[in-house]
């Protein structure tokens, strides 16, 4: 029985080889696909059985899933919203740092995705309170001002307090 089921994608295997090196380095046993494995019914029970026995189960994904991600943050002309944070952010650039001589390479569309990430908003989109920013935070009840107030009527009014 392994203690990690690693699963992968082909342009990601020299990584995998570096974390299998590690895992066995500290008395792990990895059960990962380092050859191709043709697709059959024996095939399939074999992976499911090796998941299910595995104390740990791992997909990596580090150029097809940033890969998409470029892609999607491109077609949507540069959403910020799409933008790499956190732990997601730290790893994609680490594995941008270690590209040297490394194959596939990043794209442009990766490269610059990880920098856009990092580099600050640029202020002036929230410090200029451009009309466009303003007009999707609103208060409400909205402060009254003479444009905004009702119509004053007697009817359904209140006294005043003294």
Same mark, same amino acid.
């Given at each position: 029985m392994a203690d990690v089921f690693l699963s992968y994608a082909r342009e990601d295997l020299p990584f995998i080889l570096r974390l299998t090196a590690a895992l066995h380095a500290r008395n792990r046993e990895v059960r990962? @696909? &380092?050859e191709g494995i043709i697709p059959? /019914? #024996? +095939?399939m029970e074999e992976i499911r059985t090796a998941v299910t026995e595995a104390d740990a189960v791992a997909f990596v994904h580090l150029h097809t899933g940033l890969l998409t991600q470029a892609r999607e943050w491109e077609t949507r002309d540069r959403d910020r919203s799409l933008l790499l944070r956190g732990g997601e952010?730290?790893? /994609?650039?680490? +594995? &941008?740092? @270690?590209?040297?001589? %490394?194959?596939?390479? $990043?794209?442009p569309a990766q490269a610059q995705l990880v920098l856009t990430s990092r580099a600050?908003?640029? /202020?002036?989109? /929230? $410090?200029?309170?451009?009309? %466009?920013w303003r007009s999707r935070w609103r208060c409400w009840p909205p402060s009254p001002s003479s444009s905004d107030r009702p119509p004053s009527s007697s009817a359904g009014s #209140?006294?005043?307090v003294s």
């Open positions: 990962v @696909d &380092l059959s /019914a #024996r +095939w952010l730290e790893q /994609a650039e680490t +594995w &941008l740092a @270690d590209q040297t001589g %490394r194959k596939p390479v $990043a794209t600050p908003p640029p /202020a002036a989109s /929230a $410090a200029s309170g451009s009309p %466009r #209140r006294p005043p």
